[in-house]
């Protein structure tokens, strides 16, 4: 069983809606949670941390984490074209996150 | 423009001959790690490197030495080369050590060994 397991899609939605990204793990140890976005034939890029248990919002996007339940998710409002990417979860068990482990990536695509 | 690069960026070899793969950043970053990202399995770290001189083994060290004698440079060895390490290869620096500060990733090299 992986550490981090991740559904791939591909999730096609409509331009405005709501995405729902998840990730599940095994690991309790995990602390630290992040979220990438990868585009096409580019490097990630971090775009939300969060620490613990709870919600963190940012414009249009939430993180959200259950550690009880092991479960993270990403929420995106008003969803745009331009957030065509896949997305990658990532954890770390330590502040330094020395290692992270990343899930697999979820590729969305958003129709106009 | 603060960066990461990578090179080449794209590279056919054959099974057994040594290559490097070049890392720099411009960022003045302590941390830098290398990934490698292959389908159904995400990223997963090679190794990393919390500073000049200090290097340790992620997830997937078996096949690749790195060395960081500089802080910006952290180049990756593949000293004999195999089909399975064929891959796309990520080079990442991070400011400080901890978790929220984000890193950045360099422009990917897609590794083809025959």
């Known amino acids: 069983q992986k550490e981090v397991e991740q559904d791939p899609g591909p999730l096609s939605v409509p331009e405005g809606a709501i995405v729902s990204l998840n990730c599940t793990y095994s690991?309790?140890?995990?602390?630290?949670f992040m979220w990438y976005r990868q585009y096409s034939r580019k490097g990630p890029e971090l775009l939300m941390y969060?620490?613990?248990?709870g919600n963190k919002e940012d414009g249009r996007f939430t993180a959200q984490v259950d550690k009880s339940s092991k479960y993270i998710s990403l929420f995106i409002r008003d969803s745009q074209p331009s957030d065509s990417a896949t997305y990658l979860c990532?954890?770390?068990?330590?502040?330094?996150?020395?290692?992270?482990?990343f899930g697999s990536g979820t590729r969305l695509s958003i129709r106009p | 423009e603060a960066q990461v690069t990578q090179n080449p960026r794209y590279l056919i070899t054959v099974t057994g001959k040594k290559l490097t793969v070049t890392c720099s950043q411009n960022?003045?970053?302590?941390?830098m790690s290398w990934y490698r990202q292959d389908p159904g399995l995400g990223l997963r770290q090679i190794y990393y490197?919390?500073?000049?001189?200090?290097?340790d083994k992620g997830d997937v060290p078996e096949g690749y030495k790195v060395s960081r004698k500089e802080k910006r440079n952290f180049p990756l060895i593949l000293e004999s080369p195999s089909p399975n390490q064929t891959s796309l290869y990520f080079c990442?620096?991070?400011?400080?050590?901890?978790?929220?500060?984000?890193?950045?990733f360099g422009p990917g090299t897609r590794l083809l060994v025959l």
């Open positions: 990442a620096s991070r400011d400080t050590f901890l978790a929220k500060s984000p890193q950045y």
């Open positions: 990532a954890m770390s068990e330590d502040s330094s996150a020395s290692k992270i482990i």
């Open positions: 969060t620490y613990s248990s």
């Open positions: 490197s919390m500073n000049v001189e200090v290097t």
């Open positions: 690991n309790s140890a995990f602390q630290y």
């Open positions: 960022m003045n970053h302590e941390y």
